[in-house]
């Protein structure tokens, strides 16, 4: 059974930081892995997918890396701002099978 | 870019009610939808998948007679919660996938239903 860990579960900073957000999965057989933002009291917003061919993605100051094998994957964000603030989950998609399964979550907030 | 519509976003309702909330693709069609519950400060946890025109597939420990799945369009699946007590008070999400896209392609979710039942 898949089980996915999200590390920090909470992180605080200031403005302007790099930041890295990592997750672990135990299963590495996966088609892809997504990262998605919420918001509180909110619905889910797609960051970046990774394929499991793929090593990482990037979006503006987002990019998402993946190491497979390892079961690991992190996002990194530059330069944060107080818009980043938000609960961020990692998702692998098993093989077969569109059930991602969610991690923990981690809650970031970014200060002015 | 496609989007998943989720009503009602908050109810409120007695328990020994039902209440149903519906989940739209509004500019794709969807052969299958996923129902997520979160409790507070936790993860997503799939409930069911939904899949149109047959019967949903519930996760293990999800009641299906409690948590009533309807697919009937390829824009529609409705989520109704059966008797509803307090301890179903959850926010409730659900996903779909377009019809031609492939593992690779992203899930578009909704932006989810406050469910309170007092």
């Known amino acids: 059974k898949q089980e996915v860990t999200q590390i920090p579960a909470a992180l605080s900073v200031p403005e302007g930081e790099n930041l890295v957000l990592n997750c672990s999965f135990t299963?590495?057989?996966?088609?892809?892995l997504q990262w998605f933002r919420q918001d509180p009291g909110k619905g889910l917003t797609s960051l970046l997918l990774?394929?499991?061919?793929?090593r990482e993605q990037t979006s503006g100051r987002l990019n998402a890396s993946l190491d497979k094998s390892s079961g690991r994957s992190t996002l990194y964000i530059a330069a944060s701002q107080p818009g980043d603030s938000a609960t961020y989950l990692c998702?692998?998609?098993?093989?077969?099978?569109?059930?991602?399964?969610f991690g923990t979550g981690t809650r970031l907030k970014v200060l002015a | 870019g496609a989007v998943v519509s989720q009503h009602p976003s908050w109810v409120i309702c007695k328990s020994g009610t039902s209440v149903k909330i519906e989940c739209r693709s509004l500019?794709?069609?969807?052969?299958?939808m996923f129902w997520y519950r979160q409790f507070p400060k936790q993860s997503l946890m799939l409930m069911a998948t939904?899949?149109?025109?047959?019967?949903?597939?519930?996760e293990q420990g999800v009641e299906k007679d409690k948590f009533l799945i309807n697919h009937a369009s390829l824009t529609l699946s409705t989520l109704t919660v059966t008797s509803a007590h307090p301890e179903d008070s959850s926010f409730y999400i659900c996903?779909?996938?377009?019809?031609?896209?492939?593992?690779?392609?992203?899930?578009?979710f909704g932006n989810g239903t406050r469910l309170t039942v007092t």
């Open positions: 998702a692998p998609a098993p093989l077969g099978t569109y059930k991602y399964i």
């Open positions: 939904s899949n149109e025109g047959s019967k949903a597939t519930y």
């Open positions: 299963d590495s057989a996966i088609y892809n």
């Open positions: 990774i394929q499991s061919s793929q």
């Open positions: 996903s779909a996938r377009e019809v031609l896209s492939t593992y690779n392609s992203p899930l578009h």
């Open positions: 500019d794709f069609q969807a052969t299958t």
